[in-house]
């Protein structure tokens, strides 16, 4: 059987972004969504994502959860940096990024007590050393989680962490491209989690992020009659990050 999780990430990011998120949560064609913590309120979670919604855990883009002067080597000028790419050469210390998690997780569990999973904004969970943080955090919150590479999948489950065989997390251009890749995926693996991020453009989203006019075409193809068609032709279980 073939098992595709649809997860949109970057719920919270913008009004824009919310609306579109959850038109494909309501269409069926989105199972799972990561919902980011910005600040020390807890974030606006609607009730029908109860149960299928966890948390986009943040080192990068905006401003931490944890007070600056516990967490010097996460910072640049007062904020986290904008993206992994940008980086001073300081390597963060797994004791600030627990801290700094931790907080967020604590937030988040206001607004929905039982998170589903755990990834994070970037794909900063996947780097050398944070990785192990994410990993513990992950384990002792007993949710699944997202192996970003072979070797990171294979020690989720080495720590009884549920995760997908596979994480596309690539951004192929056209309906085609995205179907290749997704199909490639299947050819060597059964559950696959296809990482989305669906959304209308606003003014808040275009301050937050450099991913804008990617984010309405990925809704419209989601909500297109060709992914629909897709998904009955490979004969593909849409499942969410909690039947993992």
């Not at 606006?44 to 948390?55: N, T």
């Not at 007993?142 to 999948?153: D, S």
């Not at 003014?203 to 068609?229: D, G, I, N």
Request: hydrophobic share 40%; charged share 25%; with cysteine.
């Amino acid at each position: 059987m073939k098992r595709l999780v649809v997860n949109a990430d970057d719920f919270g990011m913008s009004p824009g972004v919310d609306r579109g998120i959850l038109e494909c949560v309501r269409a069926g064609v989105v199972t799972s969504v990561s919902v980011l913590v910005w600040d020390r309120r807890p974030p606006s979670i609607p009730e029908e994502l109860i149960g299928r919604c966890g948390i986009h855990l943040r080192l990068t883009d905006g401003p931490s959860l944890a007070e600056v002067e516990h967490i010097p080597t996460l910072l640049g000028p007062g904020n986290f940096f904008a993206s992994p790419a940008v980086r001073c050469d300081v390597r963060p210390e797994p004791s600030q990024v627990r801290l700094e998690w931790e907080l967020q997780m604590e937030v988040f569990k206001l607004a929905c007590s039982t998170p589903t999973h755990a990834d994070s904004h970037h794909h900063v969970h996947g780097l050398a050393g944070i990785d192990d943080v994410y990993e513990e955090l992950v384990a002792r919150e007993g949710i699944a989680g997202v192996g970003l590479h072979p070797a990171q999948v294979r020690r989720l489950r080495a720590s009884r962490i549920r995760c997908a065989d596979y994480a596309e997390t690539r951004t192929p251009e056209g309906w085609q491209g995205v179907q290749d890749a997704l199909d490639e995926a299947f050819r060597h693996h059964e559950t696959v989690h296809f990482m989305v991020h669906p959304g209308y453009a606003d003014e808040t989203l275009a301050q937050r992020s450099k991913m804008v006019s990617r984010r309405q075409w990925e809704l419209e193809y989601l909500l297109s009659p060709r992914f629909q068609k897709w998904l009955i032709w490979g004969n593909i279980d849409l499942v969410g990050m909690a039947q993992l």
